[in-house]
């Protein structure tokens, strides 16, 4: 797992438009909110799977749920 929260912190550093520096709480936060974001994201995955008769989770499934996992993230 810490493998994945530093490439986290490089994807974010990466996207951003100018060089920023996050503190370890805000890199934190970060981490926590996109574990909480891709597991909403799964459990809605899941549940659309189930709908159509489907024991696995295949990339069709993420792709319909996304867009409205994306708005309730948004608010």
């Known amino acids: 797992m810490h493998i994945k929260a530093t490439n986290l912190k ?3 550093k ?3 438009k100018s060089n920023i520096n996050m503190r370890a709480t805000s890199e934190a ?3 926590l909110l996109t574990l909480l974001f ?3 994201l799964a459990e809605e995955s899941k549940t659309k799977a189930f709908e159509e008769r489907s024991a696995t989770i ?3 499934h993420v792709r319909a749920v996304s ?3 994306l708005k309730k993230a948004r608010g």
């Open 29 to 31: 936060m970060a981490e």
């Open 58 to 60: 295949r990339a069709q």
């Open 14 to 16: 990466s996207k951003a």
């Open 67 to 69: 867009k409205r996992v």
């Open 10 to 12: 490089y994807t974010i």
């Open 38 to 40: 891709l597991s909403s």
